[in-house]
């Protein structure tokens, strides 16, 4: 079992969430939790693209920074862009400045344009991918499933870029695609609640 980080209110955590003070908030709040918005899921789908390489401390500190420079990850909007918006990204210190990952997104967002066409949500075509329960791992000793896999088959056979099988199951494990809270984390039930609470899409 991963050894847990006790929080400032004397509860224990995953561990991971202790090593930068920005952590603790997005831990307890967000990863883990189930989400079907489409411009989250889209969003998170591209963040973890441009963490590919970098650390998530990195793009978490970013991520408004994200958000203003891609209109809040509206993929409609995105999928508008330009020559000149890439440049306009390119000159943004605020972000991480990577043409190949830029270049990525605005490809994304056709391709998720295309998915809604087909599918009516991207939630519910990637809600398909939810693990069962009895195929699951111990928390947090892998970085690929059979799922994960699968998914980042599908999504490059449809034309998306920087969705490998490692980045694809850190996207199943934050949207809560899985409960991959350790055992023994203030926080595990609260996400297992809000998963027993969620209507799958």
């Not at 391709?111 to 939630?123: I, P, R, T």
């Not at 075509?125 to 069962?132: I, L, N, S, V």
């Not at 595990?188 to 799958?200: D, L, N, W």
Request: hydrophobic letters at 40%; glycine letters at 6%; charged letters at 30%.
């Amino acid at each position: 079992m991963t050894t847990p980080f006790v929080g400032p209110d004397g509860k224990t955590r995953c561990l991971w969430c202790g090593a930068a003070p920005e952590f603790l908030d997005y831990h307890d709040n967000e990863w883990g939790f189930p989400v079907a918005d489409d411009r989250r899921l889209f969003e998170k789908l591209c963040l973890e693209g441009f963490q590919s390489g970098l650390s998530w401390r990195t793009i978490l500190a970013k991520r408004e920074n994200f958000r203003a420079a891609f209109h809040d990850f509206d993929f409609d909007r995105i999928a508008q862009f330009t020559e000149r918006d890439i440049d306009r990204l390119l000159r943004d210190r605020g972000i991480v400045r990577h043409r190949g990952k830029i270049e990525a997104v605005i490809n994304n967002a056709k391709c998720a344009q295309e998915l809604v066409k087909q599918e009516g949500s991207l939630a519910s075509f990637f809600w398909r991918y939810e693990p069962a329960a009895n195929s699951l791992t111990e928390p947090q000793t892998a970085s690929t499933s059979a799922e994960s896999i699968a998914l980042s088959k599908a999504l490059k056979k449809m034309g998306w870029k920087f969705v490998g099988p490692t980045t694809v199951y850190a996207f199943l494990q934050a949207m809560g695609l899985i409960n991959d809270h350790v055992e023994g984390c203030v926080i595990r039930k609260k996400v297992a609640q809000a998963r027993k609470r969620f209507k799958r899409p």
